[in-house]
């Protein structure tokens, strides 16, 4: 696709075959992710998005079933199976669908645990984190006189801004957001499209998303996965006004999935 032609590639995914327990689930995947966008993952329940998400920062491999892969994913240039894991995570973060703060850590905890778990042990440098993290979605204002109650007390949209800022706070390269916003109200929606915007200016997003309106409005390329392969991948300007395949098309107007 012309898109990894313009700027650097983030992800080089070639021929990706993934199979679990022998079962075809991601079939003779190719795409590029170009550096400094919001790159879109579409498709109907059980076309393979999550799990094309997670081969992305090798969360995949915490699966207990037997996985195998053929294929080539390079993060910057790099095979990504040959990066250490725990450095790679570092780099590219992940929200889910469903908000998952530590709901017992207090809100300022819960940003700053992974910090120390990434050796920052500064305490001044990380009060500076939380605060910029917070601030970053928006959460600040909202938060800043009760940093201490648990997150648990936090409403789902802003628990999941929470998710956002723990993720940030460790300054990755990519973030990858898996229906970040289908599990919360449209206001808090608006917010998350909002930051997505935003954050892209200085980190590359991949973002799973089950709405084609959503899509539409924040992504720049868009994938478009059925069954585990890969219909159509291109600017989400050519995408959603004139789809080339038929099931893209039916998808975007909203008559599958
Ligand atoms: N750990 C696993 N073990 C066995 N099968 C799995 C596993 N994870 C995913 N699958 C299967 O892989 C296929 C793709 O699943 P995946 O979660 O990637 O779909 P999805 O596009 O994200 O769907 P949804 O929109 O419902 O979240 C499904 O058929 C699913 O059952
Ligand atoms: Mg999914």
Known sequence: MEAGERTEDVFNISRLYLYIDDKAILKNISVKIPNNSVFGIMGPSGSGKSTLLKVLNRLIEIYDSKIKVDGKVLYFGKDIFQIDAIKLRKEVGMVFQQPNPFPHLSIYDNIAYPLKSHGIKDKREIKKIVEESLRKVGLWKEVHD????????????????????????????????????????????????????????????????????????????????????????????????????????????????
Request: charged share 25%; glycine share 6%; net charge neutral.
């Open 146 to 257: 009760r940093l201490n109650s648990p997150a648990s007390q936090l409403s789902g949209g802003q628990q999941q801004r929470l998710t956002i800022a723990r993720a940030l706070a460790l300054k990755p390269k990519v973030l990858l957001m898996d229906e970040p916003t289908s599990m919360i109200d449209v206001v808090s929606s608006q917010d998350i499209e909002n930051l997505i915007k935003e954050l892209k200016k200085e980190m590359t997003i991949v973002l799973v998303s089950h709405n084609p309106q959503q899509a539409a409005r924040v992504t720049d390329y868009v994938a478009f996965l059925y069954n585990g392969e890969l219909v159509e991948c291109g600017s989400s300007d050519e995408i959603f006004t004139s789809p080339k395949n038929e099931l893209t098309k039916k998808y975007v107007i909203g008559r599958i999935g």
